[in-house]
């Protein structure tokens, strides 16, 4: 049996790796789809004091609570910054690492540095209060219209201290294993550029960037690949 740890990224929740945990759940593994603080059903946390490291603290704190050893643990876009820090924090708890169309920094470097001009212009456009509006689902590559209703009931905005915070890594997280899956190839986004300089694997499953929400069971069956 494995344990996965699934964390979502930015304006999500627990909630969008539903599917995704019940197939990994079938295949009698533990799954844990923690809600980083401020976001989904934590909605009413929300502050724009919140920032990376709170949620790094939200995943170191679910590894100690729960006891959790030798994690597959998976970042989706913005949660490949949380994901790594986390796992840098507390290596000897996690066995493997799994970015899903993400984020990755090295020591000192935040997501704004890390986007393209463009992005961190949108960025600046959408915030009010320290907090980022929610994104169209076209977005995030989501189309069909139940999804989209899906999404837009349940996204919610995100602190804007979480782009812009600096990654803190001490190196620790070099020796995890780590590989990538690449859901938006073809996309601005520097996701398999960072892949590259950082020498990971990459999987390619081009069905839009929110591959827990418009392919699930073939991201499913990536993860259980690594069982």
Not at 69 to 86: I, P
């Amino acid at each position: 049996m494995t344990t996965y740890v699934l964390v979502h990224g930015a304006w999500h929740g627990g909630w969008c790796w539903r599917q995704v945990a019940a197939r990994l759940r079938e295949a009698g593994h533990e799954v844990y789809t923690p809600t980083l603080t401020g976001l989904g059903e934590r909605a009413h946390l929300a502050s724009p004091d919140i920032g990376l490291r709170t949620h790094v603290d939200d995943i170191t704190g679910l590894l100690t609570c729960e006891d959790l050893r030798e994690v597959v643990l998976v970042g989706h876009s913005y949660a490949g910054l949380v994901v790594r820090e986390a796992a840098d924090r507390m290596p000897g708890r996690v066995s493997q690492i799994v970015l899903v169309d993400a984020w990755a920094g090295r020591d000192g470097e935040s997501l704004d540095d890390l986007a393209p001009e463009f992005f961190r212009e949108w960025v600046e456009s959408v915030t009010v209060d320290g907090l980022l509006a929610t994104p169209p689902p076209a977005m995030v590559g989501v189309t069909k219209p139940e999804q989209v209703e899906w999404l837009e009931a349940k996204l919610t905005p995100q602190p804007r201290l979480t782009f812009s915070e600096p990654t803190r890594l001490t190196g620790a997280v070099d020796a995890i294993r780590c590989r990538t899956v690449l859901c938006s190839p073809k996309g601005p986004m520097p996701f398999a550029r960072l892949a590259g300089e950082h020498g990971w694997p990459a999987t390619i499953l081009d069905v839009g960037h929110d591959a827990m929400v418009t392919a699930p069971r073939e991201l499913a069956d990536i993860l259980l690949g690594d069982a």
